[in-house]
C-alpha cells in the first residue's frame, strides 16, 4: 500500500468513525429550534440590507466553555474539561466591536459576553429590595448592570448575536456540525473560532449505564473511548472555505509550541492560538504557517484584556485571507 492509499483509508476509517459517533448520539433536543433560528441568523447577515454591524457579511462561530462525558444516560456523573468561558464571551465583544456577527456556542452557565465585569452572583450581589413591590439596582453596580443588559439585548435583537448553550459533548458537536453547514454559503467570510475545552474521550452511548452507578458494587473500572477528531471533518467538509481557528492548551510549556504546530498541519488550521493554563489571560501565542506571534495583555491598565489585541490580529490575518478570493 502507498502513502497515497494510506492516507484514504486513514480519512475513510476517520469518517466511518465520526458518522458513528453521531448515528449512535442521543438526539439533540430542539434540533429545529436551533436550524430555525439559525437560518434567520444567516438570512439577517447576508441580505442586502444586511449585516447592520459594518464588515458586509462577516460572521465568526466561537465556542466556549468546557463540555462534559456523562457517565450515566440519567446524567448523575459526568467529567468535565476545565474552561471558565472567559475567552470565549470577551472575544464576542471584541468581534462585535470588529463589525462582525457572532454564532456563540457556549456551555450553560459559563461567562456571557457584557458581563465580565458583573461579581459572582448578580442577581444576589447587585440588588436590593427597596420594599415589598420594587427591586433597585445599588449604585455601586448600577453602570455594570446598565451595560450587561443594554448592549446584549442590542446585540440580540439586531440579529449579530446568536447564542446556542451546551452542556454535553453530544450537544456541542451536533449543534456545530448544524452550525458549520448554515454557514457554509459565506465561504472564506466565515471564521471559526474554536475556544471551547472539547472532551478528547467519552463513554458511546449504547454503553452507558442507564441508572446511577452504584458504588456498592466497589472501584469503579470503565473505558473512555476517543472523541473523533472532528476538526478534520469540520475543516475539509463541512466549511472548508471558511477561516479555521482552534486553540491548543497545555500545563507544559515545553510541548505547547510542538502540539500548535502539529495541530496546524494535521488539520489544516489556518491559526492555532497556543496557550498554557496559568498564563492565559497575560499571552497567547498565535502559530500560522508562516508566522509565530506572542500576544500580550496591555499591562498599562487594569481592565485590558489579551483578547482585544488578539481579535485584531485575528480580523487583520481574515482580512487577507478574503482578499486572496477576491483577487
Ligand atoms: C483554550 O485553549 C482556551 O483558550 C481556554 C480559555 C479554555 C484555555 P477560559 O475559558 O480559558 O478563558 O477559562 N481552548 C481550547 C482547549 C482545547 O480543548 N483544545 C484542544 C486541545 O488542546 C483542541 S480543540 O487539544
Redesign the pocket.
Known sequence: MDAVDDANQLRETSKNEVMSFFESSPLLKDAAEIEKSLKEFVDRNTSSSGNLNGKANRVVCIT???TTVPLEKQGVRYID??????????STEYFLKAGYSVVFLYRRG??QPFCSSLPDDPLLECFSVADDSSIEVDALHAETVKRAITENRAAVAEGILLKLPFTTIFEYLQILRLISVSLRDLGPSAIFF???????FYIPWESMAFHKIQSASGPLDMRLVQVPKM?SVLRNEWAPMAFHI?????TDRDILLA?ADM?LKKYKMHMV???E?ST??EE?IVVTEQEKVTVRRDNTWAGAEVECPLVELVVDRHSAYIKKFDA
Not at 194 to 200: K, N, P, Y
Not at 246 to 250: A, G
Open positions: 466556549s466553555g468546557g474539561n476545565f474552561s471558565s468561558g472567559h475567552r470565549g464571551a470577551a459559563t461567562c474554536l475556544a471551547a475545552a472539547v472532551s478528547d476538526l482552534s486553540f491548543k492548551l497545555e502540539n495541530a492560538i497556543a496557550n493554563l492565559r489571560k497567547v
